[in-house]
C-alpha cells in the first residue's frame, strides 16, 4: 500500500503547489484573515488525523477551566447537523460530533460550538450574553481565516511531519514548512523512557525556529469505565483477561500496544476514523467475544454509540471505555507559556 501511494507523487506536487498559492493569498492579505480580541489558541496538525489532538485539547481545558470562562470549537466532524451548533442539554454526537460530544459531557461547565466555517464559529461565541474569555480551537490550523493568538502544532512520534508526503502520496494537507506557522510544537504518542540524547536527534529533524518551543507528549491510560452497570475494574485487572478491543478512530495503535503490555491477549477490531457504528458492527464485536471476554472501546467511541440503537448490542456485553490523557514533559514551561499568552489580553 505504501508503495502504491508513491505512485501518486505527481498528484501530491499539484496538491502541494495549490495550498502553497492560498497560503500565500493568506501571508500577503489577499486573502482576509480574520483577528479576534480574545485569546483564541488552535491546537492543530499537518496530517490527516491520528496525532492526539482531543487529548490535547482537553489538556488545556482542564488546565484553564478554573480560570476563566472558556468555549471550544470545531468543525464537528461526523456530525448530522450544519452550520453553526451549541451544545445544550440533549445534544448528542450525531448533533455536534463526537470530540465536541466528549467536551461537553466531561466538562459541563464550558461552552462547546461547532461550526464549519471557523471565523463565522467565532462570532457566533463572541456574541453570546456570558461570552468567554478564551477559546480554545480543535483543529484548523489550514483554516486560515482566523488568525489564532497562539497555535500548537502536533505531530506523531511515530510519523513526524517531516517523514511524510503531501496528499494523496501521504497524509499532509500542506508541505511540512507551513509547521513554522506554529507557535510551539507537540511531539505526541512519545515512548516511555525516551533519551534526552533521542530528543535531540527529533529536534534537529524538525527544526524548529528560533521563536518555537518543542515538546514531546506521552498517552496516559486511566482504569476501564463500565459503560453500563458492570463492575468497575482496575488497570492491573486486566493482566488475566482476554480482551475485544473494537475501535472507530484514526491511529488505535498506541491504545493496542497498551491493552497488549497489560492483558492476557488482545483481539482487535477496527473499524475507519469517525465510523458510525451500526447493530450489524456491534454484531460482530459480540461474536468476537461470544467467550466471555470483555469488550474494550476508545472514549469517544463510547460516546459515540451513547445515545443510538446500537448500543442496545453494547447493554448485552460485559463492555468498558478506556479513558485517556496527555502527559508534557517541561510541563510547567508549557503551562507558562499559554498563562502568559493569555494574560496579554485584556478581560
Known amino acids: 500500500m505504501k508503495h502504491l501511494r508513491l505512485l501518486l507523487l505527481p498528484f501530491s506536487l499539484i496538491y502541494a503547489s495549490v495550498a502553497w498559492v492560498r497560503n500565500c493569498l493568506f501571508d500577503t492579505g489577499i486573502l482576509k ?25 482537553e489538556y488545556l481545558i482542564r488546565l484553564l477551566q478554573s480560570r476563566f470562562k472558556l468555549a471550544t470549537l470545531s468543525r464537528g466532524y461526523g456530525r448530522k447537523s450544519t452550520g453553526c451548533v451549541m451544545a445544550g442539554k440533549g445534544a448528542t454526537a450525531d448533533l455536534i460530533g463526537d470530540e465536541p460530544m466528549q467536551y461537553h459531557t466531561k466538562f459541563p461547565g464550558i461552552t462547546v460550538a461547532v461550526c464549519e466555517n471557523r471565523a463565522q464559529g467565532v462570532n457566533k461565541i463572541l456574541q453570546l450574553s456570558n461570552k468567554p474569555h478564551v477559546i480554545v480551537m480543535d483543529d484548523g ?6 488568525e489564532p493568538g497562539f497555535k500548537v502544532l502536533l505531530t506523531s512520534f511515530d510519523k513526524l511531519f517531516t517523514r511524510d508526503f503531501v496528499l494523496p502520496a501521504g497524509d499532509l494537507r500542506e508541505p511540512a514548512f507551513g509547521y513554522k506557522r506554529a507557535d510551539c510544537i507537540v511531539v505526541t504518542r512519545t515512548p516511555g523512557g525516551i533519551s534526552e540524547k533521542e530528543k535531540e536527534k527529533i529536534r534537529k529533524e524538525l527544526q524548529p525556529t528560533s521563536r518555537q518551543e518543542l515538546y514531546f507528549s506521552s498517552l496516559v491510560y486511566d482504569d476501564p469505565v463500565p459503560c453500563r452497570e458492570e463492575k468497575p475494574i482496575r488497570q492491573e485487572d486486566l493482566s488475566q483477561m482476554n480482551v475485544v478491543l473494537f475501535t472507530g478512530i484514526a491511529n488505535p495503535a498506541a491504545m493496542i500496544h497498551h491493552l497488549k503490555r497489560h492483558c492476557a491477549g488482545v483481539q482487535h477490531l477496527s473499524f475507519p476514523d469517525h465510523h458510525p457504528f451500526t447493530e450489524k458492527d456491534l454484531q460482530k464485536v459480540k461474536a468476537a467475544a461470544a467467550d466471555g471476554q470483555i469488550v474494550i472501546t476508545t472514549e469517544k467511541d463510547y460516546l459515540r454509540l451513547k445515545n443510538t440503537a446500537a448500543f442496545e448490542v453494547i447493554r448485552e456485553l460485559n463492555c468498558y471505555y478506556l479513558p485517556i490523557r496527555v502527559k508534557l514533559d517541561r510541563e510547567d514551561d508549557f503551562n507558562k507559556t499559554i498563562l502568559s499568552y493569555i494574560s496579554r489580553y485584556k478581560p
Open 33 to 57: 484573515k480574520h483577528q479576534f480580541d480574545v485569546p483564541i489558541i488552535l491546537v492543530g496538525n499537518l496530517s490527516v488525523g491520528g496525532t492526539g489532538k482531543t487529548p490535547h485539547v
Open 141 to 146: 490550523f489550514q483554516h486560515r481565516s482566523v
